[in-house]
């Protein structure tokens, strides 16, 4: 399979209400297929973009963002979504967190000894 990539400029369409959510739509250089997709969605939805509902209808695709700034961010934040799904990267489902848990305490550098091993001297 060839690999997809946008054809297209964004076309945004601000929908206001509580979270002025983004509508976007953009052009697919060729139909991707189910495998491909829900990469694509996984992605969306776990980045800090908040994206999803993405609707394929056959080469065009129409997505929802929440927290949109500008659109050469959304292009990048697109493509690299269309990357991920090219090369089958996998993502975690969900929406990202938007704090990241402290890093885990580095193990201790002293081999530790199973009990009764060792005797103490006296």
Sequence with gaps: MLTIHRISDLTLER??????RVCIHFKL??????????????????????AENAIFND?????????????????????????????????LPGPAPLDRPAPAPAPSLRPRLAAGRFRARV
């Design 59 to 91: 080469t065009v695709v129409y997505i929802e963002v929440v927290r949109a700034r500008t659109q050469p961010e959304l292009a990048t934040a697109l493509d690299c979504f269309i990357e991920c799904a090219n090369l089958r990267l996998r993502s």
């Design 15 to 20: 929908r206001g209400g509580p979270d002025d």
């Design 29 to 50: 250089s060729q139909p991707p297929d189910k495998a491909w997709i829900s990469l694509f969605k996984a992605h969306a939805a776990s980045s800090v973009l908040g």
